[in-house]
């Protein structure tokens, strides 16, 4: 819920920029929402799949009650699959997150060539990073993460330039690196925002150590899945080591079980999710 909170927090403010007087009102609010379609579509499609998960192990752990219509997880497994089709299927959603973000980086909206011109160094920088803060090692890989996601795009427009918008299956790992990084930001910073108001972080802590070390094995994954399919040769092979060396840092040494039982423990012992 740290990207959904956000996400409406942000387009909200954004809109109520918009002079309620202006004749341009529809226009301008058009405008306004649009300057979060990728954080939008994220949420969309992180929340639909989130909730689809969640039904299935629903279901699974109730075994074949969970089949049977006098429980109420069939039904909720049922109806929670709409939500990955409408309001924009899933599929068209990740070509609008990597296609806004691919106008965005054309345009040097965003800071893709800084990110890229400092690909080598990075790796040497990392461990300066974010001295004394919360969740610094989780802070360290993302930003690895982030680099090394602007280097999978890069290669990818390096190919195709424009054409790229056809190249559904690539906007698709492109897409799920965003969502990770998209996910991992947010929820450091919902935790680190909790730390400074002075309100308990234990299991907010946990929470975002758990889920920014999967979200890094993902991102992994996706960034040699992006390279192999991009490039052949001597070209492949060098990238793959610089993929390679990135991976190495950004996996976060935790011990996964341990934090997921007791991150459970304290959900079954208060009886809600309430972070
Ligand atoms: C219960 C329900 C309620 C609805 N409520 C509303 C509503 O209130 N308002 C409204 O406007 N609409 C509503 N809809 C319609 C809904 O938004 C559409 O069903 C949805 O947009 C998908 O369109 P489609 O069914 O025509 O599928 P299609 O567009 O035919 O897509 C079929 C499949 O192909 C995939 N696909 C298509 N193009 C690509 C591509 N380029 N790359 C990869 N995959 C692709 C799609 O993701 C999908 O899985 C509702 C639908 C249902 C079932």
């Known amino acids: 819920d740290s990207i959904v909170y956000r996400t409406v927090y942000d387009t909200e403010k954004e809109a109520q920029t918009v002079p309620a007087d202006s004749p ?11 300057k979060y379609a990728i954080e939008d579509s994220i949420a969309k499609v992180f929340g639909s799949e989130s909730l689809g998960r969640i039904a299935d192990e629903g ?11 006098e429980y109420p997880f069939a039904g909720f497994y049922r109806n929670t699959r709409i939500d990955r089709i409408y309001e924009g299927t899933n599929e068209i959603n990740r070509q609008i997150i990597t296609g806004y973000f691919l106008k965005k980086a054309l345009l040097e909206e965003l800071p893709i060539r800084e990110k890229l011109r400092n690909v080598p160094g990075i790796l040497k920088e990392i461990d300066d990073l974010y001295y004394g803060d919360l969740l ?9 993460a982030k680099h090394l996601t602007m280097l999978v795009l890069h290669e990818a427009i390096c190919k195709f330039g424009q054409a790229m918008r056809t190249e559904h299956q690539l906007m698709e790992i492109i897409a799920d690196m965003l969502i990770h990084l998209y996910l991992v930001d947010s929820t450091l910073a919902r935790v680190s925002q909790r730390n400074e108001k002075g309100m308990p972080i234990d299991i907010q802590k946990k929470i975002a150590q758990t889920l920014s070390s999967e979200s890094m094995y993902q991102i992994s994954t996706l960034a040699m899945k992006g390279i ?6 001597d070209a492949l092979k ?13 996996v976060i040494p935790r011990d996964l079980f341990t934090l997921k039982r007791e991150i459970a423990e304290d959900i079954i012992n208060k009886e809600e999710y309430n972070y």
């Open 136 to 144: 610094r090692r989780e802070k360290q890989s993302l930003e690895l």
């Open 59 to 69: 279901l699974q752990i109730h075994g074949g009650y969970g089949f049977t219509e």
């Open 238 to 250: 060098g990238s793959l080591e610089i993929v390679e060396s990135f991976i190495r840092r950004m």
């Open 228 to 233: 192999t399919n991009l490039l052949v040769g």
């Open 24 to 34: 341009y009102h529809g226009k301008l609010i058009g405008k306004a929402l649009e």
